[in-house]
């Protein structure tokens, strides 16, 4: 299983970035994808998560209605489009999945930083 993130970077508050991870090694069409992320000095926290088939959303109350999750199971690959950027969601974003074959098994990429600052 292999998740890669990209799409982070620097931007204005109120700016625009969109993230996404590209999935390998596992049947994505088959499971739900998480976007997590973790601020300096606190934990990680659950930003977003989305069906398999995308036909089911959920978002972390701090980012409803600035955020949006979406996947593309033909090029296995989930999105994460953040608006209206603020300065408390600066913090690395991780891309997220969650197997069980026999056991379950949390699988997560490499992260990718997102800065919000003037």
């Known amino acids: 299983v292999q998740l890669v993130e990209s799409g982070g970077g620097l931007v204005q508050p109120g700016g625009s970035l969109r993230l996404s991870c590209g999935a390998s090694g596992f049947t994505f069409s088959s499971y739900f994808m998480r976007w997590y992320r973790q601020a300096p000095g606190k934990e990680r926290e659950l930003v977003a998560y989305i069906s398999s088939g995308g036909g089911s959303t959920n978002y972390a109350d701090s980012v409803k209605g600035r955020f949006t999750i979406s996947r593309d199971n033909t090029k296995n690959t989930v999105y994460l489009q953040m608006d209206n950027l603020k300065p408390e969601d600066t913090a690395v974003y991780y891309c997220?999945?969650?197997?069980?074959?026999?056991?379950?098994?949390?699988?997560w990429g490499q992260g990718t930083q997102v800065t919000v600052s003037s």
């Open positions: 997220n999945t969650r197997i069980t074959i026999v056991r379950t098994r949390d699988y």
